[in-house]
Nanobody, 136 residues
Framework: QLQLVESGGGLVQPGGSLRLSCTAS????????IGWFRQVPGMEREGIAC??????????YYADSVKGRFTISRDNTRNTVYLQMNSLKPEDTAVYLC???????????????????????????WGQGTQVTVSS
């Protein structure tokens, strides 16, 4: 089981950018689905960007709310997955968490499935989260 640590959050003005990192220890990230989710108090955890292990499960998937603004990428040599966030909006304010699940896993057959909010219960490993606040 991976141990995950997120970093890179902070306060940014609307239109600004941040890059979040999700770094794993305990094992290599190779062979794991990695999902970036965000959580707002009182709301369901939202899957926003997900990436598979080797491309056989499809291209990275993005929620409509972030498509064209956010980019997920993985660097297996650094055991890290990144989330580049551009053109940030106040509604992007949330705690951002990364989750990992070893593949293959029953419901996580495509990157889109990895980002279905209700599938976050499938993920075995989570980081502690990093706060992103978009405000002027």
């Amino acid at each position: 089981q991976l141990q995950l640590v997120e970093s890179g959050g902070g306060l940014v003005q609307p239109g600004g950018s941040l890059r979040l990192s999700c770094t794993a220890s305990g094992s290599t990230m190779d062979g794991y689905a990695i999902g970036w989710f965000r959580q707002v108090p009182g709301m369901e955890r939202e899957g926003i960007a997900c990436i598979g292990s080797d491309g056989s499960d499809g291209m990275p998937y993005y929620a409509d709310s972030v498509k064209g603004r956010f980019t997920i990428s993985r660097d297996n040599t650094r055991n890290t997955v990144y989330l580049q966030m551009n053109s940030l909006k106040p509604e992007d304010t949330a705690v951002y968490l990364c989750g990992a699940e070893a593949l293959p896993d029953g419901p996580l057959t495509t990157t889109e499935a990895m980002c279905i909010s209700s599938n976050h219960y499938t993920y075995d490993s989570w980081g502690q989260g990093t706060q992103v606040t978009v405000s002027s």
